[in-house]
């Protein structure tokens, strides 16, 4: 799939070109917007009717979790041939906080929950110790995706020097590596 190509794969199987400069999500609506290709009016798409959405680099893909009815949205981050690593952000409940809360979660062919991990932006101790085990656990999981562990490594080199917040620079620009062999 090459990076530039960006579309809507919907749930009936067709493919809804779309521009790659344009890409906006609703978690709460649970709708994407996005724009046609030589269009500047702006369409939406509920997440209950496309499988996944490949912009640029980024591949955002619709779940129900666990079995649960609930569709949700989540970028993925890797997919290897037995698990899938996916992301989103949660809303913070005071919207005057710049708390932002992150989870990625290890999901089986069959997208149910392997492990997962909760942590956010703040500066103190318990988000630190919370941000230091991202990499460990990723790897844990995808030590056979060399391109992935190549990019957090990218992330976490220098990231305990800085409270672990350079780490969420992989997460705030998400790229799609695919592992599958």
Request: overall charge negative; glycine content about 2%; hydrophobic content about 35%.
């Amino acid at each position: 799939m090459p990076a530039f190509e960006s579309f809507i794969l919907t749930n009936d199987g067709s493919k809804i070109t779309i521009k790659t400069s344009y890409f906006r999500i609703d978690n709460t609506e649970k709708v994407v917007y996005y724009k046609l290709p030589n269009s500047d009016i702006e369409s939406k798409i509920k997440f209950k009717d496309f499988d996944y959405i490949h912009i640029g680099t980024n591949k955002f893909k619709t779940y129900k979790l666990n079995n649960s009815k609930e569709v949700n949205g989540y970028f993925v981050l890797s997919d290897t041939a037995s698990k899938t690593l996916i992301f989103t952000t949660k809303p913070n409940e005071d919207e005057e906080s710049s708390k932002v809360n992150y989870v990625f979660y290890i999901l089986d062919l069959n997208n149910n929950i392997i492990d997962s991990l909760e942590f956010d932006n703040l500066k103190n101790a318990k988000s630190n110790n919370s941000r230091a085990d991202i990499f460990s656990k990723i790897q844990f999981y995808f030590k056979d995706c060399e391109m992935l562990i190549t990019r957090i490594e990218s992330y976490d080199k220098l990231s305990a020097q800085n409270q672990n917040l350079d780490i969420l620079d992989f997460f705030n620009s998400p790229v799609y590596i695919e592992c599958i062999k």
